[in-house]
């Protein structure tokens, strides 16, 4: 059977942020750094950079979501100015818009690190949780398939498809145990859709509820995914890889993170935050098997 999936509402209510169901927070964090270098050099034709090749990765500590720019190390050398008197320029134009959303640092000898908010990161799963697959599809670089006809590593396919299906069977067994509200959707829709506009109960007095390393490092891959997908990368063993890594830290989060027995009784937001990142991951996860790696999406094995 298909079905659709809504959460029972908890009054949580997030404050109205910058981000759409298609947003990746690298988008996000290349769309401010690059309003703020503009506002710099008071033009958006600057020499030897654009919107496109602004130095940007993400940090690879899972308990927070870093990105790091050396864009003011790169602007000092056409500018002739020290990089840290550029990035403290670029930094107070990026503190006088974003100060709600990242916390900004300037470390030596130029670098930008910006941190993204609880309440920023709270937003992003909600959206994520809430876009339907077929949504993908219409994304930045929407494009077909191009791995289409390709045949994906045994391995990778298996650990997906596994995986998945295990996100269908918990999320099954939520509604069965009234955490969560079921209903079969309407013919054609998307395989798990929403009814309402119910929220996740993501956070605590403005910090991210579930702050266990399993919880945060499956974060972390679902944000490396999305990234993946602005990225418009065609590279199918950069797929393969990136469903393996999602796949292999969701059976790592599911194996460390309680969501039944004292954790359902004592804590049912914590187990309902839990249980959006299975939807999460079963969203993504499907976008990954059908879209990247041509194969079906299993519900149960």
């Not at 759409?20 to 401010?32: E, G, P």
């Not at 039944?260 to 935050?273: F, I, M, R």
């Amino acid at each position: 059977m298909i079905w659709g999936i809504s959460f029972f509402s908890r009054g949580n209510v997030y404050q109205q942020l910058p981000i759409s169901k298609n947003t990746a927070i690298k988008q996000l964090v290349f769309s401010h750094l690059w309003i703020a270098i503009s506002i710099y050099f008071r033009t958006n034709h600057i020499e030897g950079i654009s919107k496109e090749n602004i130095p940007l990765y993400k940090g690879r500590d899972n308990n927070r979501v870093l990105y790091i720019s050396g864009v003011a190390l790169q602007l000092s050398k056409s500018q002739n100015r020290p990089s840290i008197h550029v990035a403290n320029a670029i930094v107070s134009h990026l503190s006088a818009k974003c100060i709600k959303y990242f916390n900004i640092q300037i470390v030596s000898p130029g670098w930008i690190h910006l941190e993204l908010s609880d309440q920023l990161l709270a937003t992003w799963l909600q959206n994520l949780v809430f876009k339907e697959v077929g949504e993908w599809e219409s994304s930045r670089h929407a494009s077909p398939n191009p791995l289409s006809g390709a045949i994906p590593q045994a391995n990778s396919q298996f650990t997906a498809q596994y995986a998945h299906a295990r996100c269908c069977t918990l999320l099954r067994l939520a509604c069965q145990e009234r955490l969560i509200k079921l209903s079969q959707p309407e013919p054609g829709t998307a395989f798990w859709t929403t009814t309402g506009c119910n929220q996740i109960p993501w956070l605590n007095c403005d910090q991210m509820r579930d702050h266990h390393p399993a919880s945060r490092r499956l974060i972390a891959e679902l944000i490396q995914v999305v990234d993946l997908e602005y990225s418009d990368s065609r590279d199918e063993r950069k797929w393969e890889k990136a469903a393996l890594n999602l796949s292999e830290a969701f059976q790592n989060f599911w194996s460390e993170c309680r969501i039944w027995g004292d954790v359902k009784t004592t804590n049912p937001e914590l187990a309902q935050a839990r249980l959006g990142l299975v939807l999460a991951t079963q969203s993504v996860l499907r976008f990954l098997l059908e879209d990247k790696l041509g194969i079906f999406a299993l519900q149960e094995l």
